[in-house]
């Protein structure tokens, strides 16, 4: 673990983690997300002996509620076919329960938890008043058609809109869940309730949605790269990027480097990861986002077309650069992959998926004292520019991109701001204690301020 406790404060850690394995059993990935808050904020809390004695870490990783649901539709081939939902309404304090819904075959209660116990810190951080929560449902997306979409997307919505609403629990998308998914979602949502009333953000820009909700997670996580190198009176410009992924988050993280003039050399998906030298510039991602957003292909078809190298079964780390974006999934960089990138030379990171780093990894990253953003702040521009749709759906107007984007900027600023403020030691900024530390302190004084609930 990153962090040199004494004895006692670690003794208080293990104790508190035992409980809460105790009471969320093979629970793995929400344990993770847990203790790495935990170990920043347990011993916060002698700072601030008020949080202790009102319990407010021990009422913060119990959700509010978890719903969980069955789904059943008929494939192309008339099959019945019956899948779990869930949504996780972690915690409202202050303001509704936001956070996306994941279709992805690996889903299941303690994925949702760990990214719903993510999502309150983080969209504490972004100065809005949006609570955490998650949804999804273990359903896997790859080679259904439009219709089996379509259907799966109804009959989830059929059982989830009991419990959303404009002022109670407000959904968006994550893996899996993009505009397509999001107005089946929302289609389905009206027909319902009769209701406009924007439950759902991610819409699609003629039908309620925000100008650069698309981009906002991508560009959110540079802007925030961005504000951690000036620290260091760095740029971007002329920086070799790795992105993994190649999805919604990787597609927009690449297409703003490149605006800024940095390089980005790879991209990944399930299958491998692809190495393009000469940088994956705008045409090239084009001919991505066709790939993936229409025909739903693999990235081994892009080293094919272009004539680079792909890596069957492989992660990106080992491939010599300047700064790194995880931007597929959780763990998907170990011990290894952090000790490769460090020996390489990366000088920063920044995640664009929820909790991509190991524990093991964390610990390799802030130990090199590298410029190192964990997702709860670089990834907050998503939920950030879903908070902005919101409040257009609320005034029934819709601002213009450019406005859009000077507030995704200025709320990026804010959180890297936040982050120092709590993060500093000496010259070092330790960002993942800034960011869980910041987030935590306004819903633990929401919390406080609102009693024993
Ligand atoms: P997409 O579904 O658009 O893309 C996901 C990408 O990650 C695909 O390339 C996919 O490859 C790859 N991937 C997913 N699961 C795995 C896995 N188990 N192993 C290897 N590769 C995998 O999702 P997003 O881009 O929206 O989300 C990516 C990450 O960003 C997630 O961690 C998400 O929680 C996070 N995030 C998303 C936000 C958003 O606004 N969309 C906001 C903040 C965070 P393949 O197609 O082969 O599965
Ligand atoms: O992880 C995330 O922050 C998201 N998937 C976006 C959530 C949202 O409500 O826009």
């Not at 989830?156 to 994550?174: C, K, N, R, S």
């Not at 931007?327 to 992959?337: K, L, V």
């Amino acid at each position: 673990m990153a962090l040199n406790l004494s004895p006692e404060r670690r003794a208080e850690v293990d104790r508190f983690m035992r409980g809460l394995i105790r009471r969320n059993p093979g629970e793995p990935e929400f344990h993770q997300a847990v203790r790495e808050a935990a170990e920043y904020l347990i011993p916060f809390t002698h700072e601030r002996p008020e949080y202790r004695h009102a319990r407010i870490l021990e009422r913060l990783t119990e959700p509010d509620r978890a719903i969980s649901f069955r789904v059943c539709w008929t494939d192309d081939a008339g099959n019945v076919r019956t899948n779990r939902g869930y949504r996780i309404q972690f915690n409202n304090a202050i303001g509704p329960y936001k956070g996306g819904l994941r279709f992805h075959k690996s889903v299941n209660a303690s994925v949702l938890k760990f990214l719903g116990f993510e999502q309150i810190l983080k969209n504490s951080l972004t100065t809005l008043p949006m609570g955490g929560g998650k949804g999804g449902a273990n359903f896997n997306p790859k080679g259904k058609s439009d219709g089996e979409m379509m259907r799966f997307c109804q009959s989830f919505m059929t059982e989830l809109h009991h419990y959303i609403g404009q002022t109670t629990d407000v959904p968006a998308g994550d893996i899996g869940v993009g505009t397509r998914e999001i107005g089946y979602l929302y289609g389905q949502y009206m027909r319902l309730s009769g209701t406009f009333d924007g439950v759902l953000t991610g819409k699609g820009a003629a039908w309620g949605g925000s100008l650069v909700r698309t981009e906002a997670t991508g560009y959110g996580l540079v802007y925030f790269m961005k504000e951690m190198l000036r620290t260091r009176g760095d740029g971007l410009r002329g920086k070799t990027c790795l992105v993994s992924g190649a999805g919604n988050v990787a597609q927009y993280t690449v297409e703003k480097l490149n605006g800024l003039g940095a390089k980005v050399v790879t991209l990944s998906d399930s299958s491998g990861f692809v190495y393009d030298k000469d940088g994956i510039d705008a045409e090239k991602l084009g001919w991505i986002m066709e790939l993936k957003n229409e025909r739903r292909g693999r990235i081994g078809e892009y080293a094919a077309k272009f004539g680079c190298e792909f890596h069957a079964g492989k992660r990106p780390w080992g491939v010599p650069a300047d700064l790194a974006f995880p931007c597929a999934t959780q763990n998907e960089i170990g011990r290894a992959d952090a000790e490769a990138l460090v020996a390489n030379g990366v000088i920063g990171l920044a995640e664009g998926a929820n909790m991509p780093t190991e524990p093991e990894a964390m610990d390799v990253l802030l130990k090199a004292k590298i410029l190192y953003a964990p997702a709860k702040a670089s990834n907050a521009g998503g939920v950030a520019v879903s908070g902005f749709e919101r409040t257009q759906n609320s005034m029934f107007l819709s601002w213009p991109r450019a406005e859009v984007e000077r507030r995704l900027q200025e709320v990026m600023k804010e959180i890297h701001r936040k982050c120092v403020r709590y993060g500093r030691q000496g010259d070092f900024v330790n960002y993942v204690r800034g960011a869980n530390i910041a987030g935590f302190v306004k819903v633990a004084d929401a919390m406080l301020a609102l009693g024993v609930v």
